[in-house]
């Protein structure tokens, strides 16, 4: 593997956003403090909101609807769009490159793997464990976005539980009861001996830039004249795709992490952007240089329009 790979620049932007997040939530945690009354003023972390998918979903709804962007939590619905702007122009990039849970989830599979215990579970078995992922992400549309009015999502947008919402998300992981701390358990454990065990089977926030991907024209293409048939990329993929008996990875299962790309020998694959013998070819960097750009531009525009800080909730100033 060369010394610096696409995938290695992947993983250092990827642990890069986990070390941003953890501070992030380090501030978080100052500023619940000092709501509570206990030490100075600390400011509420805009990027907190990345934790809030179903507030920023019933914001997009709104804004949508209405064309009001989310005076609550603006940065999750900012978060929100550039992760669905990602999953179109650069694949499932966020889940590739920025999403936490995704490095944990690599660095857990990882670990199977040394040990020896990670294992395929075979063609039918790959599709019933990405079944769960499409079922949750249907029951939340019909739920949140097909079943419920306008009046019903303007009420909890400004509902003064939704005002908390990310204080409400971090006390509950500061304070997890049995049934969280045994369904972390599983996810972990699952994570050691089938890769990907959570992005790929139950995460609905994966499965709707899954989906979406589908229409992003980047993509890992494979020159089935070059590849020796060693199997290497498909060891590499952390969906456990068979990518050495695919032409062009469009599926929705593809993150765009190119380690596929990073472990052949001979080349045989490359990042293409668009269709057929006039698809250009892109560096493999590409994707996850595409992604943090879309970020960093999604940053700066809703920091210039004042859609990025809300501030302390309405009666609560510093």
Not at 228 to 239: H, K, L, V, Y
């Given at each position: 593997m060369p010394r610096f790979s696409s995938a290695r620049l992947r993983r250092l932007v990827q642990f890069c956003f986990v070390l941003f997040l953890s501070w992030t939530v380090w501030r978080l945690y100052g500023y619940a403090q000092w709501m509570a009354g206990n030490g100075g003023f600390v400011p509420r972390p805009p990027a907190a909101e990345?934790?809030?998918?179903?507030?920023a979903l019933l914001g997009l709804k709104r804004f949508v609807l209405t064309g009001q962007y989310d005076p609550v939590h603006p940065a999750g619905l900012t978060i929100l769009l550039v992760a669905l702007g990602t999953a179109v122009l650069c694949r499932r990039g966020f889940c590739g490159c920025l999403c936490p849970v995704g490095w944990l989830s690599g660095q857990l599979a990882r670990l199977g793997t040394r040990l020896g215990v990670s294992f395929r579970p075979g063609k039918w078995g790959d599709r019933l464990l990405s079944a769960p992922k499409y079922l949750l992400l249907a029951l939340i549309l019909y739920a949140f976005v097909l079943n419920m009015g306008l009046q019903e999502t303007e009420w909890f947008l400004n509902s003064p539980y939704n005002h908390l919402a990310d204080i409400k998300m971090l006390e509950y992981f500061l304070h997890p009861g049995t049934a969280t701390l045994a369904i972390l358990l599983i996810m972990a454990v699952g994570?050691?001996?089938?890769?990907?065990?959570?992005?790929?089977?139950?995460?609905?926030?994966?499965?709707?830039?899954?989906?979406?991907?589908?229409?992003?024209?980047?993509?890992?293409?494979?020159?089935?004249?070059?590849?020796?048939?060693?199997?290497?990329?498909?060891?590499?993929?952390?969906?456990?795709?068979?990518?050495?008996?695919?032409?062009?990875?469009?599926?929705?299962?593809?993150?765009?992490?190119?380690?596929c790309v990073s472990a052949c020998p001979t080349r045989c694959l490359d990042v293409r952007l668009g269709y057929g013998p006039k698809a250009r070819r892109l560096p493999a960097w590409s994707l996850a240089a595409g992604t943090l750009l879309i970020l960093l531009i999604g940053y700066a525009a809703a920091v210039l329009t004042g859609h990025w800080d809300a501030g302390p909730p309405p009666g609560i100033l510093p």
């Open positions: 990345a934790v809030l998918p179903l507030s994570s050691i001996f089938l890769p990907g065990f959570w992005c790929r089977g139950f995460c609905p926030y994966g499965a709707l830039l899954g989906l979406l991907s589908l229409a992003s024209p980047a993509a890992v293409n494979r020159d089935a004249a070059a590849c020796i048939g060693c199997g290497r990329c498909s060891a590499a993929c952390p969906s456990r795709i068979p990518v050495e008996t695919r032409t062009r990875l469009s599926g929705p299962e593809c993150v765009g992490c190119t380690e």
